[in-house]
């Protein structure tokens, strides 16, 4: 099982971004998937999350962001709008995921991380 980031890129602050992860392998289910940040010089934080029925958000995106999924592809997005310059860091994508090899245990896997960069 991988989870693939991509989307990152340079933008002026106001702008926007989408952010995509898709996971591949032999995956039997997909419970929780969510999105981190790693800014220079600073821990990795939760931006936000997704189950099959909920959504959470750091404060500091709320408002901005907004994470979705499509299950039929095994993906997650991150849209993020009205983007600043503190929201500049290293975003990784994570999941708990079955796979199929191992029914009933789930294991955290983690994307290889996309830069986001927004300029003032």
């Known amino acids: 099982?991988?989870?693939?980031?991509?989307?990152?890129?340079?933008?002026?602050?106001?702008?926007?971004?989408?952010?995509?992860?898709?996971?591949?392998?032999?995956?039997?289910?997909?419970?929780?998937?969510?999105?981190?940040?790693?800014?220079?010089?600073?821990?990795r934080e939760l931006v936000a999350g997704i189950t099959s029925d909920s959504t959470s958000y750091a404060d500091s995106v709320k408002g901005r962001f907004t994470i979705s999924r499509d299950n039929a592809k095994n993906t997650v997005y991150l849209q993020m709008n009205s983007l600043k310059p503190e929201d500049t860091a290293v975003y990784y994508c994570a999941a708990v995921i079955i796979p199929s090899s191992r029914v009933g245990r789930p294991s955290d896997y983690w994307g290889q991380g996309t830069l986001v960069t927004v300029s003032s």
């Open 1 to 43: 099982v991988q989870l693939q980031a991509s989307g990152g890129g340079l933008v002026q602050a106001g702008g926007s971004l989408r952010l995509s992860c898709v996971a591949s392998g032999t995956i039997f289910s997909i419970n929780v998937m969510g999105w981190y940040r790693q800014a220079p010089g600073k821990q």
